[in-house]
């Protein structure tokens, strides 16, 4: 990865960042949207920005096994935000990584998904993994990983509940 940033570059970005919000704290409040349209079968074609991918679920769910499933995506998100978060902390407390791995576990009912037994659906527990290799102190690794912790989006939007609404459109298709 030749444009790869630097820690020195990361941790300039990350500074100018909390610069910019104490400043103009209204820099970091916006809103934000990713489009998903139904394609055949169970194929989700997502789109965001210039990012356009499939999400699917496997045939053994109905699927088309196009692509990886919403619960592949949700647990991606909440490792790959974690990874992302250990990097730019390291960076922004100099702290030298080598490897960053976090492998996310997530326990599932399935009967919750199809009405059965009064049972919720979701998950029922998750827990996160994080390896690192580092030549720091162990005790900067606990605190970058604090830190890190702390202020990571998707892990805050895991352990505290947001509101959510629905808008429904409903229009009638020429067929």
């Not at 989700?44 to 699917?56: N, P, Y």
């Not at 390291?90 to 576990?105: G, K, Q, S």
């Not at 827990?127 to 702390?150: Q, W």
């Not at 998707?154 to 609404?165: D, H, K, Q, T």
Request: hydrophobic content about 35%; charged content about 30%; proline content about 5%.
């Amino acid at each position: 990865m030749s444009n790869q940033l630097n820690s020195s570059a990361i941790k300039e970005i990350f500074e100018r960042n909390i610069k910019l919000l104490k400043l103009k704290p209204s820099k970091g409040q916006y809103t934000t949207s990713t489009k998903i349209r139904l394609n055949e079968g169970t194929a989700c074609e997502v789109e965001h920005k210039h990012w356009t991918f499939t999400a699917d679920v496997g045939r053994d769910q109905g699927g088309n096994d196009a692509g990886p499933g919403p619960g592949i995506l949700f647990r991606a998100s909440v490792g790959s935000c974690l990874a992302i978060g250990y990097k730019l902390w390291a960076a922004y407390m100099d702290l030298e990584i080598d490897h960053i791995e976090v492998d996310v576990e997530a326990d599932v009912d399935a009967r919750g998904n199809y009405g059965i037994d009064n049972t919720k659906p979701g998950y029922t527990g998750m827990r996160y993994r994080v390896t690192i290799a580092s030549p720091e102190p162990e005790d900067r690794i606990l605190e970058m990983i604090r830190h890190a912790d702390e202020h990571s989006p998707i892990l805050a939007n895991v352990r505290n509940p947001i509101e959510v609404e629905r808008e429904l459109n409903v229009v009638k298709s020429e067929k």
